[in-house]
């Protein structure tokens, strides 16, 4: 009961602290109503230990004894003005956040720029629940700090509330401020551990792509494919490698490489994430075999093709299938 109340009453500050409706546009600018500042636990302690330092010094008398509290009670109301500034007047942009897997990491880029003439030293940048990164941001100029997040399903992945803080320079006073700029992170579905055979068209009205140069040249080695012709496997290098080796297919220039489609109906009597996972393991293995593919979803089709881009586009297909 008592957990519940403090997120709720937790939840509804950090709204207001916000101060806009998020996500919020870029830049995002840490005025100074934006940051906010209390006491550390070592703060509080040294605030105690000044109160004891008074104490001593009334009861005995001691003009040293006040010299001191006044001297670090200073101390600490300069620390508080430094902790504040080393914080406020950073504005906030954002980078282009790189796609992951289910199950990995995914890391939201913000860039810190800091227009003042003084370095800004052991800012923090967190997430909701998860590690913090530490930056320092050089005097007019800008550091980019990623803040990390699991990767727990596929789709369009939000970045929650992120907390800037900082307790330079004597740890005593933390500053805070919170934002959430519009930034998301596309999330692949995760690539089965197996699969079944992808299906292979290897003639050329099925839709295999020739190569641009030579005459049954030998081209180089790539991974065995099930579908592969058994004389294309290089067996020589099978012997020279003994019998624990990944078998390899040469292959040649000038020739139809073997092209596939990978259908969402082929794979009958699957759920819909198995699916996602089988058909994204295919992919893989297609771009890291060199072959061309193509893609078919319900109410949707990717042409045969290859390369990064062709397998970003298919892999986002996958990704937001049904959403």
Known sequence: MLLALRRNLYDRFTTWALRV?????????????????LPTRAGLLYAISLIVILIGAINYNLSLGYGLVFLLAGLGVTTILHTFRNLAGLSITIGACAPVFVGDTARFPLILHNADG???HLIRGSLPGQMTITTDVPAAGSARTLLPLPATQRGWLAMPRATLATIWPLGLIRAWSYTVPALTCLIYPKPADAVPPAPTFGDLQGGSLPSDTGDEDFAGL????????????AWKAVARQGPQAALQTKQFSGTAAP???????TLPGMDIEKRLSVLTRWVLDAETAGLSWGLRLPGEEIPLAHGPDHTHACLKALALYGQ
């Open 222 to 233: 790539r991974r065995h494919q099930p579908s592969d012709p058994p004389h294309h496997v």
């Open 259 to 265: 092209a596939l489609w990978f259908d969402w109906a």
């Open 118 to 120: 003084r370095s800004r």
């Open 21 to 37: 409706r998020s996500p919020e546009p870029v830049p995002v600018m840490l005025s100074q109503r934006r940051v906010y500042v």
